[in-house]
């Protein structure tokens, strides 16, 4: 029996939609054996804004987790000062911090996570784009590709994350050049700064955030839920416009939105995936790499499951439509 796109969207959430009156359940997407470690030596690709700040944030956060951070750029004078300055922050009364190393192309997938923060182009402050994530997309997919390419023709094994907008349609890029990397193995991680700053408006407008839930991309396709047990539209719906346009309000202000998500997105989901604990990203359900909350565990992808509230899932469901149009 032929479906029509949209029925296959549904027919893929309903892969993880539950009845809204039984307690939260989780599923297991995929299964994958990987080496069990205790440390993991993660190599980070480009050295901008995001990926400075996203550097600071695994080396500060990183003890006893992250055995040694490789870096690597185009510019040799950015590795050098970010050599140079990270290996100087020390704690006197602790010296297990992971080490930083640069290291050359070659080696950015001899490790266990590949972090790519590359972007060819990113709006300045004062211009009137409204969708910076999609005005990067074509760009940022020219570079990916390139390195896709190369974790598949070195057959990597390890976690290839995405922290470059729009990181959801970025790792459908990775999954269609990279034919030996698995679709578990390619993770997106821009929805933990969305999480926040729904929390953080939230807490201003006297919301009770507590059972709140991000889902989708980091952009307009955006859908934040008040509460999963009491999901309420108009709140809802509030909520997720403030958030969306959260990052215009510190452009507003003249600087660039690149701190939270490279900390929140970035470092802490991150290493929140190294250890197995929950956190925000996107990841592989049947054709479409959908931000929802997950842990990568004993070699798994598990994830959140959705209560099935009408209003929620059909807006899940024009975000995930939305993103598939790009690809027309």
Request: glycine residues 8%; contains cysteine; negative net charge.
């Amino acid at each position: 029996m032929m479906t029509n796109k949209s029925e296959d969207i549904r027919m893929t959430l309903e892969n993880i939609i539950q009845p809204i009156n039984e307690p939260l359940q989780t599923k297991v997407l995929y299964k994958r054996v990987v080496e069990d470690k205790k440390a993991f030596k993660v190599t980070l690709l480009g050295l901008g804004d995001v990926g400075g700040t996203l550097l600071i944030g695994l080396r500060l956060l990183g003890r006893g987790i992250i055995s040694e951070i490789g870096i690597y750029d185009l510019s040799s004078d950015k590795l050098s000062r970010w050599e140079m300055e990270l290996n100087q922050i020390v704690d006197p009364n602790d010296d297990t911090l992971p080490p930083v190393r640069i290291i050359g192309q070659e080696e950015l997938f001899d490790g266990d996570m590949f972090i790519f923060t590359a972007s060819k182009f990113v709006p300045q402050v004062g211009s009137d784009v409204k969708d910076v994530r999609m005005v990067q997309f074509e760009s940022n997919r020219q570079i990916i590709e390139i390195y896709a390419k190369q974790a598949s023709e070195q057959e990597y094994k390890g976690i290839f994350a995405v922290v470059s907008d729009p990181v959801d349609l970025l790792c459908s890029a990775v999954n269609r050049v990279a034919s030996n990397l698995s679709k578990d193995q390619i993770r997106g991680y821009g929805l933990g700064v969305m999480y926040g700053r729904a929390k953080y408006y939230a807490d201003k407008e006297g919301i009770d955030f507590t059972k709140g839930r991000a889902y989708g991309p980091h952009g307009k396709a955006l859908v934040i839920a008040n509460d999963l047990e009491s999901y309420d539209s108009e709140k809802s719906q509030a909520l997720t416009t403030l958030t969306i346009e959260a990052n215009l309000k510190v452009r507003d202000a003249g600087f660039k939105p690149y701190v939270a998500p490279a900390l929140s997105s970035g470092a802490l989901s991150l290493l929140h995936t190294l250890r197995g604990q929950w956190h925000y990203s996107a990841v592989a359900i049947d054709d479409y790499y959908l931000g929802v909350r997950n842990r990568y565990i004993n070699g798994k992808t598990e994830v959140e499951c959705i209560p099935a509230h009408v209003n929620l899932v059909k807006r899940i469901e024009n975000s995930v439509e939305e993103m598939r149009m790009v690809w027309r």
